[in-house]
């Protein structure tokens, strides 16, 4: 049986194909309907879209998609600091040292603390 569609289903079909990213094949399927029809409507200005209506839907809010994945666990960065060091040593202990610093007395003490 053939459908018949009113000029407000066929503006409303039309309409759909000038969205963004969105074919007239998509449209077609949407609705079950041979895309050359909907291109044959498109041709015909009663059922072509209106471009300021166009841009005026383009203005409008409009739902995006969202995927919702597993929260990953964000690692806390600590400010850098000039002359700040700050050193994790075996057994969970930790070795400060903010200032000015002697290199080689601060590796005669690391050297001193892992040994």
Known sequence: MKRLWTDEEKRSIC??????????????????????????????PRYAPDPAALASAAMEPRFLPVEIVA????TVAMPAATNHIEIELAGG????????????ALARLIRGLTA
């Open 93 to 104: 202990h930790r070795m400060r040292i903010s200032g000015s610093y002697d290199p080689e």
């Open 15 to 44: 309409f759909q194909t000038a969205a963004p990213g969105v074919s007239v094949a998509q449209v077609a399927r949407r609705y079950a309907v041979n895309a050359n029809l909907i291109f044959k409507w498109l041709r015909d």
């Open 71 to 74: 929260e990953a666990k964000a």
